[in-house]
């Protein structure tokens, strides 16, 4: 069963706090991302990891970082959140990057006060 | 700079109508769109994509048309049910490239 999972699901931090969301896939897939998704603006991709250690960033990369070390989990990680980073992320698997199929995650709810 | 914008914002239709939801992009190097639907609460998930060497693609109810001269596209869903009510969101890559260009998203309502 082909699965993409994230946690936390739900998470309330306070500006300046550090943030860890954290993402695995059961598909032994190369490729990871992580997007954030805002009312009106879509997806946005913030980092792609084509596979462990081989990370690049995507359009808004600001403010956060990502770390590899097995194929099968992705982390985003915001150091020193800010309110304008109050959004919900999600994590996404593919098998390459040859226009294949991304597999979502549930998201990540993420409110910074 | 939008490069993927989609219209309209939401959508509402009758049970058993079709729903035309637009696609237009900027870049004419993109040659790969697919389209993604989403539920409440859910990630988005494939339904149907199309490549830039074909005008049309169909899948059940779902179909693509692309205009590649005008740069735009469309999906649509014919016999529409309550449970197509999502949201749906067009991309745009191109080849060999992971990296995935969404538009603002539509959200459709089938009225029953």
């Known amino acids: 069963d082909m699965k993409v999972t994230q946690m936390p699901r739900y998470l309330i931090k306070r500006m300046g706090e550090n943030v860890l969301l954290e993402c695995g896939q059961d598909?032994?897939?190369?490729?990871m991302y992580w997007y954030r998704q805002d009312p009106g603006l879509g997806l946005q991709l913030i980092y792609i990891?084509?596979?462990?250690?081989?990370?690049s960033e995507g359009d808004i990369p600001k403010g956060y970082r990502v770390s590899r070390k097995k194929r099968e989990h992705f982390s985003l990680i915001l150091d020193s959140a800010k309110t304008n980073q109050t959004s919900v992320y999600f994590c996404?698997?593919?098998?390459?990057?040859?226009?294949?199929?991304?597999?979502f995650g549930p998201g990540t709810r993420l409110l910074v006060l | 700079q939008q490069q993927v914008r989609q219209s309209p914002q939401s959508l509402t239709v009758w049970e058993g109508e079709t729903a035309i939801l637009n696609c237009s992009y900027e870049?004419?190097?993109?040659?790969?769109f697919p389209w993604y639907q989403q539920f409440p609460g859910e990630g988005p998930a494939l339904l149907i994509s199309?490549?830039?060497?074909?005008d049309k693609k169909e899948d059940g109810r779902f179909t693509i048309f692309f205009n590649k001269r005008e740069k735009k596209l469309s999906l649509h869903i014919t016999d529409s049910q309550p449970g197509d009510s999502a949201t749906y969101f067009c991309?745009?890559?191109?080849?060999?490239?992971?990296?995935?260009?969404f538009g603002q998203g539509t959200k459709l309502s089938i009225k029953p």
């Open positions: 996404a698997s593919s098998t390459g990057v040859n226009q294949d199929t991304q597999y």
């Open positions: 991309a745009a890559s191109w080849y060999n490239q992971g990296k995935l260009i």
């Open positions: 870049d004419s190097t993109f040659n790969y």
């Open positions: 199309i490549r830039s060497v074909s």
């Open positions: 990891s084509y596979d462990v250690d081989s990370n």
């Open positions: 598909m032994s897939h190369e490729t």
